[in-house]
């Protein structure tokens, strides 16, 4: 299944599946990295949701969620109950490890290499957007 309504599609079934027991939790919706190639997330199923969590992140990466007391990057979820709001965009809450806070986010799919991360402070105020990228396998 690949391109745009592809992604969509799995992303959708899986964010709608009721059903998602333990086994579905391991399935992977993809692998992405931020702009800065610092962090890779691999999306999947949790519950009726998407979430992401850390795979791999740079000495950087830690070293800074480490300041955000945190003891370890690695396995982290970063996007959690993402859930579909309409066509391509899904909103849940987004995890900023530098920091140690959550908050609101949106994920929009651009194309089937391209997602808009979006995460807001209340109101979908103070909002900072990313554009993370689709690593090959």
Do not use: Y
Not at 5 to 13: Q, W
Not at 101 to 111: A, M, R
Not at 115 to 122: E, F, K, M, T, V
């Amino acid at each position: 299944m690949r391109g745009r309504a592809g992604l969509g599609l799995l992303i959708a079934s899986a964010a709608l599946s009721a059903s998602a027991g333990r086994a579905a939790e391991s399935e992977s919706l993809g692998i992405w990295t931020n702009p800065q190639r610092s962090v890779q997330v691999r999306a999947h199923r949790c519950g009726t949701a998407m979430c992401g969590t850390v795979i791999q992140a740079s000495e950087k990466a830690r070293a800074d969620a480490r300041k955000g007391g945190m003891d370890s990057l690695i396995g982290a979820r970063l996007f959690s109950g993402f859930v579909p709001e309409k066509e391509n965009v899904w909103r849940g809450k987004v995890f900023i490890p530098d920091i140690g806070k959550t908050f609101s986010g949106t994920i929009t799919l651009v194309n089937e290499r391209t997602l808009s991360a979006q995460g807001c402070l209340i109101g979908r105020i103070g909002c900072r957007s990313q554009v993370w990228t689709r690593v090959d396998n």
